[in-house]
Structure formats: structure tokens, C-alpha cells
């Protein structure tokens, strides 16, 4: 980061590093896939595409972070177990449970149309995530168990209930004559009323899905008479096992217990200090500003793929600050936000009780529904250009106690922005004029900023006549202003009520906050 007076607000940043030997398990599920899967018409109680789509997507998570040994799912959750030794961005719970959901995000979204080829995405899915440490293999084991247990109990239930609906009672009478039932109950109902034997429905809708990496000889090549060659290789399989919290399902796998650890009794149920520390959330400070700060990851070598203009990529720009007003609108307890390049900050209000103000929800909702939306956007920004890789991002939260420090924060970040656009404006007009990247780098190296400024003017270039969005960044905030509404043809303008602006201005100057005194008040 830049050097400035304003930095020492890093220092409200809070460690949350997951130290070994405790196993990293992250666990994501659909934010209101409730509604979602009434908007979308999913088929009750199971829709096999849904759940193919959730499948495809963890997959594709656990080929893009080889750190993931294993995976179970069901439903609209999945949970991710990383092996014991992974450094993965060195352990912080922030990074690591924020990475996974944006990148699942993304994926989901990417691939909709292939499972879902006559239904169009209604609106921008969102996910949550948590990170759960678990001690030894045995809390691993006990938490596994939760999972395909909570898996078996209510799709049972789902199953009543809408075998139920269908043979016509309304949803409130078929949730009345399930309260307090048993699951030999509920069992002998399916049977009894409807003829169905529970335990010869499809695995995937009982047992859920477990992805793992098992060792198959695979054709590398073939010889000059055609005759194939094999090896031994590790690929991803999708599994469904009545038990996977058993020893028989889990040492019958190599790369389970090199990479985890071996299972050395089976259990029956799961102990309730175990089941505590699973729900146990980080819940941030009351009455202090709470900024989420988001992130591309790789985005170096995602605007290369997809062949940004350097250094600013004005419709790239555009994109980010689509996907921010769109956040801006979903999570109205967001008063404002500053976005420059691939980041942007979001302020919550200080009275904020988003999520119930746990840090883990709050950030993995916000980037993963960012995500969703920049992926959505995609084609109304570069209409030309193809998605070719998924677009994703970390994230974090901190807390600042008064609104002089919540400003210093966002001076930082703005100074952040002319400092680096100052550097990327002089570097690449080097690069363009014949250097290569490692001279331009080394020619650049100890230059100040006057240095630069007289740099970029050598090049014909007057760097405060540059659009005001490369050098000042996007701030965007809810503010009281005239309502047009369209009656046929015309336009009209009702009374004033509360708009989205997005301006290109200087936020460092009291003389922005003293324009705009209802943001932080």
C-alpha cells in the first residue's frame, strides 16, 4: 500500500488467523434460497438440477484450491474441509471463507444456463459462509455427522410435507399434522398414505453429495501403434455414502486420511459442546462503523485474460461501480462506499445490526452477492468480450469508533488511488513506449511523485486533465433528490425522496462531508 499520514488506521484491523493444528472447514449456504427457489419454480421437495448445479459448482471450487480434500452438500449448502497443513492465504478466516463463496458465486452464476437452459436468472443469488475450526479429526467427525444428519432429517420432512401439498392440504395443515412427528412416523405416512419407500429415493436427495479426490488409471497418452498409455492419477468424484462420518466410508480412501487423518471409531451422535463451538460466530463491536472492504483476487492476471485497457479500463470501471450501487440498493443499511480499480469499502451505519452484526455473514453476503451481480452485468458492459474465467473476491470487516476515523479511512484509500494511478499512468506510457515491464519497474524504482508528474508530461500528458474516476476513485451514497417517473411518453417529477448518487470528487476535504451532512450523521 501507498504511504501516507492516514495509514495508521490499519491498525483497527483485527487478526483472524486459524492456527494449526485446527482443521479448516467452510461452510457456505444459500442467503434466502428460499424465496430464490420459488422465484426460479425449483421442484419440490428436490430439484436434481438444483442440486446438479450445486454439485458442479463445488467441484469446480475444489479443482481451483487443490487445499480442499473434501466436500459435502445438500440442499443449497455445501461445506469445504482443507487439509491439515494448508497455508491457504495463511489461514485468515476473512480471506479464506469470503474466497470460497465469491468463487462459488461465481460459478453458480456462470453456469445457470447449462443447468437451467429455459429459465432465465431472475436476480443476483447470494451465499454465506462461516469458518469452522475444528480441533482434531474427531470434532471433524462429530461435525459431519451434524451435517448428513440435519441432511437426512429434513429432506424426510420435505418430503411429508410436500406429498402433503400435493394430495391437496395447504402448506400451515401439512406443517400442522407433521409438528411432533417421528421420523418412523413420518416414515410409515409416506408409505401408508402414498406408497413411497423413503429409503429407495435417489441417494443425492437422502444422503446428500461428497466430492473427493480417489486415484484412477487414466489414459495420459498413446503409443505409436495406438495402444493407450496409463497412469495412476487423483481425479474429483461425487460420491453419496449413507454414513460419511464412518470409519468404513472415510479409511477406505487414501487421500482422506494422508491429507485429514484416520477415523478410529464411528460415533452416533454429536457431542453438544461440539455442536456449540459450530454455531459460534464472530460478532462485531456495537456502535462502531463498520467498513466491508472487497477485493479481486488474481484480478492482475484477470484483466490480462481479458485484455483490459491499461492503465484504467474505463468500461471495467463502470462494471465495479454497476456492482456496487447494486449492493448499495440490496443492503440499505450501507450509507456509503469508495471504489477504485478492483477494490471497493462499504459503510455500514453505526446502529447496523445487518446479520446481526457477525463479521462471517456480513462479509461473505456482500461479496458473494457483488460477485453475482459483476458476473450478471458482464455482458451489458462488454458485450463483445466473453466471460473466460470466474471473476472473485476476499473480503474483510473492521470496526472504527468515531466518524473522524471512519473519514481518515477513506482519505487513505483515496490517496491509495492517486498515489498507485500515478505510478500504473507513468508505467504503462514506458511500457508503451518500448520498455519492457521489468525496465519500466526498475526505471520507476525510488521516483517521488513529482518525479512523475514530470514524467507523464514528458509524454504529452497533463495528468489533471485525466478522467476524474482514474485519479479520484467512485464514492457512492444515498442521498434525498427529484423522483422521475414515466407516464407513457412523458416524464415527470414528483416529490423529492432518496436517490443512489455515484460522483468522482475529493472525499478528503471536509468540504465533501459538510455538502452531504445526513451520510454520516
Known sequence: ??????????????????????????????????????VHEFEKPNDEAALNLMNSCAVSVSENFPDIVFCYGFSDEFSFVFKK?????????????????????????????????RKELRYPPSFRSQ?????????????????????HTRNLH??????????????????????????DEKNSLLFEWFGINYQKLDALFRQGSCILKTEVMDIVKHNENGSPVKRLRRKLRILHSKNIAAGSFWNQHTSLKNELGSLTKDIGKVEPDYLRSFHFGNKLMPLTWIVIRIDGCHFHRFTEVHEFVKPNDEQAL?????????????????????????????????????????????????????????????????????????????????????SDILRDYLAWRQVDCHINNQYNTCFWELVKSGKSKSEAQNFLKGTQAGDKDGLVKQFGIDYNKLHVMFRQGSSIFWEKGDVITMNGNKASVEKSGEKVFVEHCNIIEPSFWRAHPTILY
Open 131 to 151: 469458518v469452522i475450526a475444528c480441533a482434531t479429526i474427531e470434532v471433524l467427525q462429530s461435525y459431519l455427522l451434524w451435517r448428513q444428519s440435519t441432511c
Open 1 to 38: 500500500m501507498a504511504n501516507s499520514k492516514y495509514e495508521y488506521v490499519k491498525s483497527y484491523e483485527v487478526g483472524d488467523e486459524v492456527f494449526p493444528p485446527n482443521l479448516i472447514v467452510v461452510r457456505i449456504d444459500g442467503r434466502d434460497f428460499r424465496t430464490f427457489s420459488q
Open 318 to 402: 463502470n462494471l465495479m461501480n454497476s456492482c456496487a450501487v447494486a449492493v448499495i440498493k440490496e443492503f440499505r443499511d450501507i450509507v456509503f462506499s469508495y471504489g477504485v480499480s478492483d477494490e471497493y469499502s462499504f459503510v455500514l451505519k453505526k446502529d447496523s445490526q445487518f446479520c446481526q452484526r457477525q463479521a462471517s455473514e456480513m462479509v461473505s453476503v456482500i461479496v458473494s452477492f457483488f460477485t453475482s451481480s459483476y458476473v450478471m452485468k458482464w455482458k451489458a458492459f462488454f458485450p463483445q468480450k466473453e466471460l473466460k474465467c470466474p471473476p472473485y473476491f476476499d473480503g474483510r470487516a473492521v470496526c472504527y469508533p468515531s
Open 158 to 183: 420435505n418430503t411429508c410435507l410436500w406429498e402433503l401439498v400435493k394430495d391437496g392440504k395447504t402448506e400451515s395443515e401439512a406443517l400442522e399434522l407433521l409438528k411432533g412427528a417421528s421420523k
Open 85 to 117: 497443513t494448508s497455508k491457504f492465504h495463511q489461514r485468515r478466516a476473512s480471506k479464506v471463507e469470503s474466497i470460497v463463496a465469491s468463487f462459488f458465486t461465481s460459478e453458480y452464476v456462470s453456469k445457470w444456463r447449462e443447468f437451467f437452459p
